[in-house]
């Protein structure tokens, strides 16, 4: 099953709103990223935040985590028709002692209308 | 782009053909992975390797082999391929402070 759920699937805005994608996962994780996708492209690291921050700024970005829910939050302000694209959250799960993987969420796929 | 070139970037194959894809990196990561895309289920791991000749499997890997000979290329390969591997591929890396690089993808057809 999947650790990462992204939340809303699939979200339509004007250009100049705000965005907000929500990720709940379920065991203890180190890290949690999020990740765009361009149509036809691979996935681009927009942000990591650790298991011991709260917020997170970058640029137009900004990523909530609330361990005691096991959720985050990715929020997109000012958007542009350049920010439609897909949205994943990845958290980290360690596997044996010989590394960590990474489970994505389906994704939430966000409109910026012009 | 993080130095990761996945080829080929796309292919039809007729149902039982073995398809080898391959990943190259110019990063000297340690750790590399193979995910496949499909609509529903985000990315899925299919194997992972940590080192040369170091691999395992993910979430996925019925139906699928790796191997790493050196640290710059991880080859996946579709023993004999079905309609149900129909995908895209992604190579990735993991680099500084756990962050992945993925490659650009592979389109792969199973007809």
């Known amino acids: 099953s999947q650790q990462g759920e992204e939340d809303p699937q699939a979200l339509s805005i004007q250009e100049g709103e705000n965005a907000t994608m929500n990720c709940s996962y379920k065991t203890s994780i180190n890290n949690l990223q999020w990740y765009r996708q361009n149509s036809g492209r691979g996935l681009v690291h927009l942000i990591l935040?650790?298991?011991?921050?709260r917020e997170k700024h970058s640029g137009r970005l900004r990523v909530t985590l609330d361990t005691s829910k096991k959720s985050s939050s990715l929020l997109i302000t000012a958007s542009r028709a350049a920010d439609t694209a897909s949205y994943f959250c990845?958290?980290?799960?360690?596997?044996?002692?010989?590394?960590?993987?990474?489970?994505f969420g389906p994704g939430t796929r966000l409109s910026v209308l012009p | 782009d993080a130095g990761i070139t996945q080829s080929p970037r796309h292919k039809v194959t007729e149902t039982g053909t073995p398809v080898t894809l391959r990943c190259h990196q110019t990063e000297n990561h340690r750790y590399m992975y193979w995910y496949r895309q499909d609509p529903g289920h985000g990315l899925r791991l299919i194997h992972y390797s940590y080192g040369v000749k170091d691999t395992d499997k993910g979430e996925v890997s019925d139906g699928y082999s790796v191997s790493r000979s050196k640290t710059e290329d991880f080859l996946l390969t579709l023993e004999s391929a079905t309609s149900s591997q129909t995908s895209v591929y992604f190579c990735?890396?993991?680099?500084?402070?756990?962050?992945?690089?993925f490659g650009e993808g592979s389109w792969l057809t199973v007809v």
């Open positions: 990845a958290t980290d799960a360690f596997v044996d002692n010989y590394g960590q993987n990474f489970v």
């Open positions: 990735a890396i993991s680099g500084r402070e756990n962050t992945i690089y």
């Open positions: 935040i650790r298991s011991n921050e």
